[in-house]
């Protein structure tokens, strides 16, 4: 019974699907040929942004036929809750030196901009060959500082979404799709 109860309110809290498992795969393949075009067999490193972006990355890894490594770095500006904390924190770093590769930052989604716009200054300081975003879900209402992505797969509403490595206090994120979550009502 209490599992049952359980699984209940875990599924009362996907409000509706936004965008469905077959939408992200065709958006992914688009994006693996944008980037097989742009570097035509130059090396590529691909960095996601964890935790949110690793089942988006592994897609798109999986998508493209250039040569590719990938690493890995962490920012928090969530902690627990819906609204970001304004303050962005980078608690894993790239591990190699980026000067000779052709980086591509993948980011499960741009919000109020803060994080990638701090990372993308952070990481153009260490002069890789080149440098572009792309990111799988993008929230321009609620853009605080001046950022955009090279690429983004879908713009959303301004709705908490879960869902495809995306979560909410940890939860959710192996969900094959993304969907509105179902904040309390107040």
Do not use: W
Not at 90 to 117: C, F, K, P
């Amino acid at each position: 019974m209490e599992n049952t109860t359980l699984m209940q309110a875990y599924e009362e809290k996907i409000k509706r699907v936004l965008i469905t498992e077959e939408e992200i795969s065709a958006a992914i393949a688009r994006a693996g040929k944008e980037i097989d075009a742009i570097y035509d067999g130059r090396p590529i490193l691909l960095v996601g942004i964890l935790k949110g972006s690793f089942v988006f990355m592994a897609d798109v890894c999986r998508a493209v036929t250039v040569p590719c490594e990938v690493g890995f770095m962490c920012a928090k500006s969530y902690y627990e809750g819906t609204v970001s904390s304004g303050v962005v924190k980078i608690t894993m770093d790239l591990q190699q030196d980026i000067s000779n590769y052709h980086v591509v930052i993948l980011e499960d989604i741009v919000d109020t901009g803060r994080t990638l716009s701090d990372i993308v200054k952070m990481l153009r300081l260490r002069n890789p060959l080149s440098l572009r975003v792309i990111a799988l879900l993008d929230k321009p209402s609620r853009r605080l500082v001046d950022f955009r992505a090279d690429t983004s797969l879908f713009t959303i509403p301004d709705h908490f979404v879960i869902g495809y490595g995306l979560d909410c206090a940890e939860q959710y994120r192996n969900l094959p799709y993304i969907a509105e979550y179902a904040e309390k009502e107040k």
